[in-house]
């Protein structure tokens, strides 16, 4: 059974950067496409990032394009999640999901069949 933690949120003022990290065990990646979603209070999930199961091909959130970039490391079972120039409005709970998935990536949130715990990134302005 694949298990995903997600790891390297925290505090950072605006225009920092942070790296968070999504690594799986039980499982191989290299099957999967993966996505990093972001949550507010009473808000619903929304994806901020997603790459194929090769790693090739990705996408991005129009809020994040250019600032935040996503790789993921089949040999070592981790997908990134780079975010530079961060800003108030990127605070959020943020989740990595998995879902087997042979085409291109996956947007929606429902379709992941796996789940992180979450990680909190807080940016002060």
């Known amino acids: 059974q694949l298990q995903l933690v997600e790891s390297g949120g925290g505090l950072v003022q605006s225009g920092g950067s942070l790296r968070l990290s999504c690594e799986a065990s039980?499982?191989?990646?290299?099957?999967?496409?993966v996505g990093w979603f972001r949550q507010t209070p009473g808000k619903e999930r929304t994806i901020v990032a997603a790459?194929?199961?090769?790693?090739?091909?990705?996408l991005y959130a129009s809020a994040v394009k250019g600032r935040f970039s996503i790789f993921k490391d089949n040999a070592k079972k981790v997908v990134y999640l780079q975010m530079d120039s961060l800003k108030a409005e990127d605070t959020a709970v943020y989740y990595c999901?998995?879902?087997?998935?042979?085409?291109?990536?996956?947007?929606?949130?429902?379709?992941?069949?796996?789940w992180g715990q979450g990680t909190q990134v807080t940016v002060s302005s």
């Open positions: 999901g998995a879902v087997r998935s042979w085409g291109p990536f996956v947007e929606d949130a429902y379709k992941y069949d796996h």
């Open positions: 790459v194929q199961w090769t790693g090739d091909n990705r």
């Open positions: 039980g499982d191989t990646l290299e099957y999967h496409s």
